[in-house]
């Protein structure tokens, strides 16, 4: 599998559903390289994730986040294959 590198970002609308979410991030841990959150600004947080992994693989993790109510995930994947020259 080719990993790539890329950012994943999170907008939280509904907090109720922060646990659920903490837990997919725990599950997925591996692919999550740095996390930056930033607190409520009026109802809304954002968390930013860097990610290595397949596509499979974030595509895995931001399909869960998605099926949140309430949380909007998009992400971006770099064309660069990790541990490329």
Request: hydrophobic share 40%; aromatic share 0%.
């Amino acid at each position: 599998m080719e990993k790539r590198i890329g950012v994943v970002g999170i907008v939280v609308e509904d907090r109720q559903h922060v646990p659920r979410l903490n837990q997919i991030l725990s599950e997925h841990g591996d692919l999550i390289v740095g996390r930056m959150g930033i607190p409520r600004r009026g109802s809304v947080s954002v968390i930013a994730l860097i990610v290595e992994g397949s596509n499979e693989e974030v595509g895995a993790l931001t399909g869960k986040l998605g099926s949140l109510k309430g949380v909007k995930v998009r992400s971006a994947l770099t064309s660069h294959t990790v541990g490329e020259e």
